[in-house]
């Protein structure tokens, strides 16, 4: 049994639930069934208005608070944010957490047995978008009783699917935040994504997609696709801070080794970190996850125009960006705010000084915290 | 023969210097004899005095200016900044191009045979530093009856080169010319190179760098390279603006191919550049020059400070940087510039406000080359 820190949510179980009626996807395919794994934390209070949906990013999954049952205990993602007197209050709101289609986390996705064939999908998993995750999240808010929920909120590709909320439901969702997020990627987003889909793509043991039947895992690619993400995540500054040049198992300033290992702490850490999400992260995963970032573009069916494409979304916003993020930068937050003003939308934005990047937006920096603390304390006073 | 444009220096032949006095490197190793191919435009006047040397970074060579004979004719990488006429005028300066040693461009490099084995050097070429090419620069100088260059000048990791020859050989350099460049590499820097450098290393095709052996090529480690540096060279702008969204045969915003093929025209731009890399460049000399990137800190050896490091240097200073240069930010240059302060040296420094990120060192930017114009008059007036 792990010890379950102050604060948490305590020991968890994921739920999972079928879905037998088709999802019809943007890309034209239909999934004819398949399955979504969930965790909630705090309780539905009697007229269900107090539900907070917790949409997660490329690398995180429904598992966003609390600590699992098995060992290791592994922690939610958002701990720091949601749990007993946390910024999201579990006493208050009912939050759901809910792995998206695709991923390899539990819910139906590449490494899932295709019905049609008996096999495992690999690469004929359907291409899914945003928007294909948030109709399949809108099923499971029908199953769980859910009419309309008091808040959508996530960080980076997470915020994506909270403004999507806003507009393909509009009566669904009462507040959206958005944190750290963009409207759509730069080309240098997409850039950085089509980099490591290349490095797993021709990883030969990718094989095409079908690598689990080939009883291998293309975690070369994997490993140079994380590190290329890692070092967007994190900040110049707080590279600078944390790494600088400091030498492994050396002083800073003597001699080198003259070779390609370790020389750098840096090195160390990102090839760590590519070791890590190479033995647990799916190759096919990666791919649909990021080809879903560089796909959403509300405003591409409107000529362009992110404020007609926000036009219809009836909700309060919270927008977050961080100073130092420059994967996705306070300018991109800003362009969320600039069309919501346009359609005189209630919006508070926050552009916080933070050093960490990217990143910042799983961390518990005091005044993120305090500022989210204060709309969800508002947010509760509008269901009393 | 190729077509002669106005303001070029022609058709140039490279030249070929074998050393026969073993060259000690930084690591210790030394290199017994080597060849160093290098180009010349202009005529070395009667004293000696109009010599100025450019040295290359990363993925260029001796060849700076003019066209090659072969077919298809070859341009230099600075033939905008090199010729009758242009910034750096070769009717008043002798310009001496040079390829720096473990290149891939005809100096010794790891494609080289090894005469103390008869097969390639493969991965057993040294690794070589900043400072071992500055030695290696100096000894083709005296070949070439140059005891003292009005300027040495270069990009990025050209400037390094510049840098380090006004404190290895002070009486040797009337002028130091460095555009785009940093006094070390950062920890985001390094992380970069390090990726670079994985996605080599672990390509099955590398052979531990015995690839020659092998009949093939690393070519997927090395597009994944350069994919990567590329990214890091242009700025966030000017991919918006040349690529965007912009689709690859489709209009924008039109529906997608829900794959993972080209989708977006940045996606096909880096993968041309990656694989036209993967054609000509040497996987070993990439590791090479990354990490001679990677070592050079002139300040490290000053208890990291950096006007310590250039108090033997004499010369005087033209240092630019480019508004979005990220890779080497203007910040990095002041660094440059303020060590060079506090020891009383004359530095002109220009924060040039141009869109292309780092790769604008090679651009004709008419502010740029007229800064460079400028001060080569001043060097030119000097010498008269």
Not at 10 to 34: C, I, K
Request: glycine share 10%.
């Amino acid at each position: 049994m792990p010890a379950i820190a102050p604060g948490s949510v305590g020991v968890v179980e994921p739920r999972r639930h079928r879905f037998e009626v088709p999802l019809a996807l943007s890309s034209g395919a239909q999934l004819a069934d398949y399955e979504l794994v969930y965790e909630t934390y705090g309780e539905l209070n009697a007229s269900r208005t107090n539900a907070v949906l917790v949409c997660h990013a490329l690398n995180a999954s429904h598992h966003v608070a609390g600590v699992t049952a098995g060992e290791p205990a592994n922690e939610g993602w958002w701990d720091n944010m949601v749990g007993p007197g946390k910024p999201l209050d579990t006493r208050r709101f009912f939050v759901v957490g809910v792995n998206n289609l695709g991923s390899c986390f539990g819910s139906t996705g590449p490494m899932s047995v295709n019905p049609a064939t008996g096999l495992r999908y690999g690469p004929d998993f359907p291409v899914v978008t945003v928007e294909d995750w948030v109709h399949a999240q809108a099923r499971l808010a029908d199953v769980l009783g859910i009419d309309r929920f008091a808040a959508v909120m996530g960080g980076s590709l997470g915020g994506m699917q909270a403004l999507a909320w806003t507009t393909l439901y509009p009566a669904r969702v009462a507040h959206c935040i958005a944190i750290a997020s963009t409207p759509k990627l730069s080309a240098q987003n997409i850039a950085f994504n089509e980099v490591a889909r290349r490095a797993i793509i021709t990883d030969p043991e990718f094989h095409g997609g079908r690598f689990y039947d080939h009883g291998v895992v293309p975690r070369r690619g994997l490993q140079v696709a994380r590190m290329i993400g890692h070092i967007t995540y994190l900040s110049d500054d707080v590279m600078a801070e944390r790494f600088g040049r400091m030498r492994r198992g050396r002083a800073e300033g003597e001699g080198y080794d003259f070779g390609f290992d370790v020389e750098f702490e840096i090195e160390s850490y990102l090839r760590y970190q590519g070791e890590k999400f190479s033995t647990y992260f799916d190759a096919n995963t990666y791919l649909l996850i990021t080809r879903a970032l560089d796909y959403f573009d509300p405003a591409a069916a409107f000529g362009g125009d992110l404020a007609k494409a926000l036009s219809g979304a009836t909700a309060e916003f919270f927008v977050a960006s961080f100073t130092t993020d420059w994967r996705f930068s306070p300018a991109r937050s800003r362009e969320i705010v600039q069309a919501l003003l346009a359609n005189r939308r209630a919006v508070t934005y926050a552009e916080i000084d933070a050093p960490h990047g990217h990143d910042a937006f799983l961390l518990d920096d005091p005044q993120y915290h305090a500022l989210l603390r204060s709309y969800f304390e508002r947010v509760a006073r509008e269901i009393r």
